[in-house]
């Protein structure tokens, strides 16, 4: 018994380990390659571990296209805009279709529900429409204000809300704090680990967003990342040495902060699945 | 009494504004626009012209070969991707969740796939993909053909068929893992008492435990491929090449809507007979698992 036990475990193991494996070829051979001399990169030899070490390539890619720290930037801003703006709005709404009453809340939930089942593809084009309209093409405002609200986490918020204890609101009203008082001081600081799961997806979502900055951004100096990457691709195609070190350079920073606080992704998703 | 009620009423709607703002103007007002969009051609040089052409968007599908071929290419995707990074997520997080010592190591590097920008995945598949690149040598190595994966239509599409059922399958693996948390020990106990082995546990006791998660999970699945794009469009340029082959059907709706002119109304009946397609798909979905857990 003991001894079929260990095979179960030895099994289980191999299969771990592998997928493991395959988990981090990519990312490894990504690093390496970024590390590789072009001449190296062309001869189409595998070796993990570059012949000539260099560091080039990083520095090449600074010097070619001079925009890289100006992407970056547009980026945090970006993402760290949507992400706040987000949590803070999102979490009124759920707020609001929790707690309060007011005419129009149940069609204005409904709607909500809806929104959800609707493909972006729909909204895209008239997105495109209305923003040109307004002028807000290439700007970050265009990027920041049509996704500054998600129906997902408004929905999430306010299933939040509904099992929070309402003595504690009780309590706080009883002491002449008014409703929004009580939402911003008591509710608000109480719903960490919501708004904990709800930051990192909003993050990463615009952090990672291609397709809307691809149609709303065309000035390269507004470019996102994934938009600069996309185009620095398409004027090196075949130095994929520097195109491995400019991936790398994007990946690492949210590999950091991902090694800090995987606890809290895997603890999002769980959040947002289903539950 | 009556004031309180209308104090509370505008504390709510004052609560709830930016979301009704950003409702109306970019996702409400956009939806009734895209309707109007559809049943017209619209011209965008110098002032943006509108001219009404009733159901000619719509008719024009049945007639158009690439959309057909984006329909098909898409419709292959869904069907082998889906099944398979559902099965991949629930193998994977069985084998975590079976007690092992460094499963927490193992989950951390299983979720990096999950982080990375598809921008940045698409860039390091492509090298590996490249005709003397890692992934031909590997195949090489072991004696099995290789192929020019981004350069060959019978292939360019299974090339990204493998990278993102790599790449999501962990994520839905995290779900999967939430779930399996919930499975009372007495089950697996009970079934032990009756003389189940791993492999039995496993597709008595947990598989049908987690039908609802599957469901849930086959859903996003279908919601998520359907709409592939980023890949799409960088692993072709933008083009959907080769020979059409990794054209999709957002693809196309991109093309119409910014690459081509004149053509923006046609990608609006585009995208609604998209939507329409993954609602009928969920939908199918949601009957299929319903009759199977009659039984």
Request: one cysteine or more; a positive charge; proline letters at 5%.
């Amino acid at each position: 018994m003991k001894k079929k036990l260990g095979i179960g475990k030895a099994f289980l193991y191999v299969i771990l380990v592998l997928y493991a494996i395959v988990t981090m070829i990519p990312f490894l051979w990504a690093l390496s390659s970024s590390f590789k001399t072009l001449e190296e990169i062309v001869s189409g030899t595998i070796s993990f571990i570059p012949k000539h070490f260099t560091f080039d390539n990083y520095k090449q890619i600074f010097i070619e296209q001079q925009l890289f720290p100006r992407w970056l930037f547009n980026s945090v801003i970006i993402a760290v805009t949507v992400t706040l703006l987000n949590l803070l709005f999102n979490s009124m709404a759920g707020y609001a279709l929790a707690r309060l009453q007011f005419p129009g809340k149940k069609p204005l939930f409904i709607i909500i529900l809806a929104v959800l089942m609707i493909p972006a593809q729909v909204t895209m084009i008239p997105n495109y429409l209305i923003l040109k309209q307004l002028g807000w093409l290439n700007s970050y405002q265009g990027m920041i204000v049509p996704t500054m609200i998600n129906a997902t986490f408004i929905f999430m918020m306010r299933q939040f809300f509904i099992n929070f204890p309402k003595e504690l609101e009780e309590a706080a009203a009883l002491d002449g704090l008014s409703r929004i008082g009580t939402f911003f001081r008591i509710v608000l600081p109480l719903a960490r680990p919501a708004l904990a799961a709800q930051a990192i997806f909003v993050f990463m979502g615009s952090w990672n967003d291609f397709m809307r900055p691809l149609i709303i951004l065309s000035d390269p100096e507004l470019f996102t990342l994934p938009l600069g990457l996309n185009s620095f691709k398409g004027q090196y195609i075949s130095y994929w040495n520097y195109i491995m070190a400019a991936s790398m350079v994007f990946t690492l920073p949210v590999l950091v902060i991902y090694i800090f606080f995987n606890r809290y992704f895997i603890k999002g998703i769980s959040f947002t699945g289903g539950k | 009494m009556r004031k309180k009620a209308w104090c509370e009423a505008g504390t709510g709607y004052l609560l709830l504004s930016p979301t009704l703002f950003v409702l109306l103007l970019f996702i409400i007002g956009p939806i009734l626009f895209a309707i109007f969009l559809a049943f017209h051609k619209v011209q965008l040089l110098g002032t943006t012209t509108f001219e009404f052409v009733g159901f000619d968007n719509f008719k024009r599908m049945t007639g158009d070969l690439r959309a057909k071929i984006a329909l098909w290419n898409t419709v292959k995707y869904v069907v082998i991707v889906v099944p398979c990074q559902t099965m991949l997520a629930l193998v994977l997080a069985a084998t975590l969740n079976a007690g092992l010592k460094g499963q927490k190591f193992f989950r951390i590097v299983y979720f990096l796939p999950t982080l990375t920008s598809s921008a940045v995945l698409t860039l390091i598949f492509m090298w590996m993909y490249n005709q003397n690149g890692l992934i031909n040598d590997l195949l090489q190595a072991v004696g099995l053909p290789t192929y020019n994966w981004l350069g060959d239509p019978k292939v360019a599409l299974n090339a990204i068929m493998v990278m993102n059922i790599w790449s999501t399958a962990p994520f839905f693996m995290v779900i999967y893992l939430a779930a399996l948390q919930d499975i009372p020990d007495s089950l697996y106990e009970a079934a032990e008492l009756d003389g189940a082995n791993a492999i039995q546990k496993f597709w008595y006791v947990t598989v049908p435990y987690l039908r609802p998660v599957t469901s849930f999970v086959v859903i996003m699945g279908l919601i998520g491929t359907f709409q592939l794009f980023d890949q799409s469009y960088i692993f072709s340029a933008g083009s959907g090449g080769p020979n059409n082959s990794t054209l999709t059907v957002v693809l196309l709706i991109y093309q119409y809507a910014f690459k081509t002119l004149g053509t923006m109304g046609y990608a609006a009946a585009l995208a609604f007979a998209l939507a329409i397609i993954i609602l009928i798909a969920t939908l199918v979905q949601r009957r299929f698992s319903k009759e199977e857990s009659l039984y």
